[in-house]
């Protein structure tokens, strides 16, 4: 039997197999070295997760979210770039996320805004200053040469004489003789040959004007720098009389009298100075009224702090002693819940125990209202005048519907100068309405109504006239 042909893809794998099967093989690697081979690359990999994970975007989970309205204040804090910007951003965000970039930001800006008023004004004693608040400042290296070139200028210039510096400012001061221009002169020129006078001129500016604490202070200025000028000694006593503090003023004029036995001012504002009791009453439509403060001030003036203050007992009488001769104003205030009563009255002593009876301001009362004329309009509001007021000012209030629930709005608040208010809005028909009026001398409050009631018809019929309410206000 013959045999049979060969296969060639037989013949082709068995060739391969014997080719693999001929090659030389690696050696077998034991246990130990497969362990290292797996050391190597766990090191490997955490060498490369320590390298790789702070550069990665991560975030905490418990970051805080920035508050929107945080960031734009500090965004325009950075637009402002002023320290006035930053400190109104740190006021607001005391504890804020961006409170150290603040801080920052405002101690730049202060430093900036030093320097540019150190620059203006580029003065030694300015550029000084920038130093003791900035040490450690960038600009320190110009400041210092900027110090040393002012202060070689100075050196090469001769010293000035400050006699005659101080007898020129003192000239300016004069004639110009303002509370400014005295100010300026003690502002540079203190504790010299004219300060006592710059004093002296200054409280006398200011006693006639009626700032009789300013005008001690000056006195006092002058009187420590001359204290043997009896002429500051007997301003001094004026003011201290004005103040109201009599055993001062009399040993102020009793100081003045020790320098100069002749001076008859003195003499006679010393004989004045305690001469005069001062009792009053105070009544308020025909009943006395207690607990008012009562003020009095020197010279019928109403600047300044008053000069003696008193308080009117259960039977509206007060007392103030130790009142010089003179004219003076006296004030009395009292309020009574929402009532207010007030008033002004002019007062010159002359004697010893001079009484005063004082009407507080009179009661307001409704007036019938005009005739209304042709395109005017219907309501008028109307009200007895009161003598010496130079305008009045009324409330409206809108209490609803009438028999409903009370619901009180302000309607309106209007100043007038007569005694009577057209009242050129419609009024919703079928409410009650309320009003009140004030009466004014300048600040002063002279008059006061009660609360009025005026109501309104239904739809289609005139307003109702004014009339009284039950229960004042």
Known sequence: MAAAAPDPKTEMFAALQLEHDGRPRPPAR???????????????????????????????????????????????????ASPAAWREFLERYPQGQFEQEAQRFYELARERSDFQAARSEDRIGGWSRFLELHPAST?????????????????????????????????????????????DFLAQHRDNAYSFAAYNNLGALLYGESDFAAA????ASAARLAPDNPRVQY???????????????????????????????????????????????????????AGAEVEVLPDGAVRGRPALAARSDANGRFRLPELAPGEYTVRARMQRGELVLSGAQSLVVRGQWTPLLMELQQRIEPAPAPEPQAGEPATVLAWSPVEGADHYIIDLYDFGFIGGPS???????????????????????????????????????????????????????????????????
Do not use: C
């Open 30 to 80: 034991n246990r130990r070295d497969r362990v290292r081979l797996w050391a190597l690359g766990a090191a490997l990999v955490l060498l490369a997760m320590a390298f790789a994970l702070p550069w990665l975007p991560l975030a905490p989970s418990d970051a805080t979210p920035i508050d929107p309205d945080e960031k734009d204040a500090f965004s325009r804090a950075v637009r402002g």
């Open 139 to 183: 600009y320190r290296t110009y400041v210092e040469q900027r110090l040393e070139q002012l202060r070689a200028e100075r050196a090469r210039q001769p010293a000035p004489d400050p006699f005659r510096s101080a007898a020129l400012a003192y000239s300016a001061a004069s004639q110009a003789n303002t509370e400014a221009a005295w100010r």
């Open 216 to 219: 001690h202070d000056a006195f």
């Open 235 to 289: 301003n001094l006593g004026n003011t201290l009389l004005a103040l109201g503090r009599i055993e001062q003023a009399q040993e102020a004029y009793q100081a003045a009298l020790a320098l100069d036995p002749a001076y008859a001012a003195a003499q006679e504002a010393l004989e004045q100075a305690s001469a005069t009791r001062f009792t009053g009453r105070l009544m308020w439509d025909g009943e006395p009224v």
């Open 407 to 473: 619901q009180v709005q302000s309607v309106f608040q209007q100043q007038v100068e007569d005694p009577q208010l057209r009242l050129r809005r419609e009024l919703a028909p079928g409410h009650e309405y309320r009003w009140r009026v004030r009466a004014y001398r300048g600040s002063n409050l002279i008059g006061i109504s009660g609360s009025i009631l005026l109501r309104t018809r239904r739809a289609g019929e005139p307003v109702a006239a004014p009339g009284r309410a039950g229960a004042d206000g």
